[in-house]
């Protein structure tokens, strides 16, 4: 075999690609068509992620308590101090050493996938997502007290990217086929598949459009589909039938809960926020013994409550049947933020969604048995308020109301605790935007300088440089240049704007026709140059400011150009940028964001 035939090889296979992706998405009839097929695809591969994702924590809880997740605090409850202690802190040291794979060495989860989503056309590292689901199954399987979900919408978008990438397709494409991946990965979760579509478009996709809204839909139900026939067709919690409002004065208390959920999940949030600086109290301490040393503290809190152990249905699915006391419920609230953070925080791997819950059940639970004692013959069952509660909390410290309403409906199938639900939620997430702008996500984007909460187009004014938008072809004039000399390059521009400049070519001003003189009878004004003529000290911006600043500027001082200079002393002018360039550029943005991506296929 010659030298030159393996690149033939390769030629010939990039060829055949490129034809196949033509055949899939060239055909504007077809185009459709191929995006449902694939659907069921990622839908079937993420599903099974999940459901293998699933039963993997599982095991690994065999292994290590010697039971399964459903019964996991009550089991944990009659070991050994030492053994309660110890089995955190093995699993830290595991989950320490597959951080050594992962960029920046922390586990990824729904944050990372609404920033491919939104600045990376859906595109993510299959390596990574999988070595970040590896060690969330350790973490959670020795106890980390974390949830599942994150880690599961992480993988089955991971998994989407990847076919999406080895096919080529387009980002319209790829962004959906995200969305796919996610929906699937919900709906196994919770056997949930409304609720699945509505987080993938929610929160990952950010828009509603048709076109995504079909495929997502499908691979949701296909999700749920997969997980019913390898799971049974079972609600995630115990406790959530025989439920119903006693009777239509509770609606006064349920606003009332909103507000109780709304401080419950701020402190939550500022709790998750606080625990991300264990690792600045650890820094002498290398980054694979943080899980380690973060599996100490949540050893020693399950030994005193095993509750908050892992992802913790089962506390969760008592507080819903009313089985624990109000103390109990009150000292689990604390106690799960504090070890949702410490977990967190130290590195293990995990979400937030299972937590969220949890905290909401306890919450509402307590919230449910004070309500019982003040209007007892008025006054539903604590596990009702439980329910409330946890989609309460959950709403507001995911930022996904809709979402999160429709787990609760999808898990109970009753319309007036959905209600309640919607009451209760609306009023959480209102009380916490006055704190938190939107969710937890968007909190760890932008503590990253990723700034996602007015979508890709807010975030590119926040986030692009104007020296990456600004026209370098412009004039400039020395300030001792006659008048003259101006009006012809003026004229030779078509109008604008000249630049004057001193003799070291820093900015001195502007010039454009309105500043000129005015010629009379034929004749020149004497002896009048470009400096003394020009408007002085004119309004600019550096070519390190983002463009937000750049469109501000513009807005304030009525400009419709404004000279970009260097960021030196010295200010040499390097370019202009344009009102129309900068809005060039964010109605490009906005259009994706908003899901109007045109064809699928990519063509105008």
Not at 215 to 239: N, Q
Not at 269 to 293: D, N, T, W
Not at 402 to 412: A, G, P, R, Y
Request: with cysteine; net charge neutral; charged share 15%.
């Amino acid at each position: 075999m010659t030298q030159t035939q393996p690149a033939k090889l390769v030629r010939k296979k990039r060829s055949a690609l490129r034809r196949m992706r033509s055949f899939l998405f060239g055909a504007r009839k077809f185009e459709h068509w191929i995006l449902i097929v694939l659907s069921v695809i990622i839908g079937i591969i993420a599903s099974y992620a999940a459901i293998g994702f699933y039963f993997s924590i599982h095991w690994v809880l065999e292994q290590s308590f010697g039971v399964q997740g459903e019964t996991l605090a009550s089991h944990a409850a009659k070991l050994d101090w030492w053994l309660v202690l110890s089995i955190p802190i093995l699993g830290g040291l595991v989950a320490g050493q597959l951080l050594r794979f992962l960029p920046g060495n922390r586990a990824s989860g729904v944050a990372e996938v609404m920033e491919a989503a939104a600045l990376r056309n859906g595109r993510m590292n299959l390596r990574e997502g999988i070595v970040a689901a590896v060690t969330s199954v350790v973490s959670l399987g020795s106890g980390a007290s974390a949830g599942r979900e994150g880690p599961v919408v992480h993988l089955g978008a991971t998994l989407s990217a990847f076919v999406a990438e080895k096919l080529q397709l387009p980002p319209q494409v790829g962004r959906i086929l995200l969305g796919c991946g996610v929906a699937a990965a919900v709906s196994s979760s919770f056997n949930a598949p409304i609720a699945g579509v509505f987080f993938a478009l929610e929160v990952i996709i950010g828009h509603y459009a048709l076109h995504a809204f079909a495929p997502i839909v499908i691979s949701a139900v296909i999700g749920a589909l997969v997980s019913r026939a390898h799971k049974g067709d079972f609600p995630t919690f115990e406790g959530l039938t025989n439920l119903s409002i006693a009777s239509p004065w509770e609606f006064p208390a349920f606003f009332l809960l909103g507000v109780a959920c709304a401080l419950v999940a701020s402190a939550f949030m500022r709790s998750l926020i606080a625990g991300q600086r264990i690792e600045k109290y650890l820094s002498s301490v290398p980054y694979y013994f943080h899980p380690a040393i973060g599996g100490i503290i949540i050893g020693a809190m399950a030994i005193y409550r095993p509750e908050i152990l892992s992802v913790g249905y089962e506390a969760t699915s008592n507080a819903l049947m009313g089985s624990y006391s109000f103390g109990l419920l009150f000292s689990l609230i604390f106690l799960k933020i504090i070890a949702t953070s410490v977990t967190l925080g130290a590195r293990f791997g995990g979400g937030i969604f299972s937590p969220s819950l949890f905290i909401g059940a306890m919450t509402g639970g307590a919230f449910g048995i004070v309500v019982g004692q003040i209007a007892p013959e008025l006054a539903s069952s604590p596990g009702l308020y439980a329910v409330v509660g946890m989609g309460a909390v959950a709403s507001a410290v995911l930022g996904a109301p809709i979402s999160t309403i429709l787990i609760v409906f999808e898990l109970t199938g009753d319309y007036s605790i959905t209600i309640a639900v919607m009451i209760a939620s609306a009023i959480s997430s209102l009380v916490t935007s006055i704190f938190y702008k939107k969710s937890y996500f968007h909190h760890l984007l932008a503590s990253r300088g990723v700034r996602l909460e007015g979508g890709k187009a807010t975030y590119l004014l926040k986030s692009a440089k104007v020296m990456d938008h600004l026209d370098r072809d412009f004039f400039t004039i020395r300030e001792e240049e006659p008048v003259e000399e101006a009006r012809e390059l003026l004229i030779a521009q078509g109008g604008g704007k000249l630049i004057v400049t001193d003799e070291a070519g820093s900015m001195v001003g502007v010039l454009s026709f309105n500043e000129l003189p005015l010629k009379t009878s034929g004749e020149d004004v004497p002896n009048a140059t470009s400096g003394e003529v020009c408007r002085r000290n004119p309004v600019a911006v550096k070519s390190n400011d983002h463009l937000e600043i750049a469109l501000n500027q513009m807005d304030l001082s009525g400009e419709d150009s404004l000279p970009v200079v260097s960021t030196d002393k010295h200010g040499h002018v390097v370019g202009i940028i344009s009102h129309r360039t900068v809005l060039s550029a964010y109605n490009r943005a906005l259009i994706e964001t908003q899901g109007h991506d045109g064809k699928l296929s990519g063509h105008p």
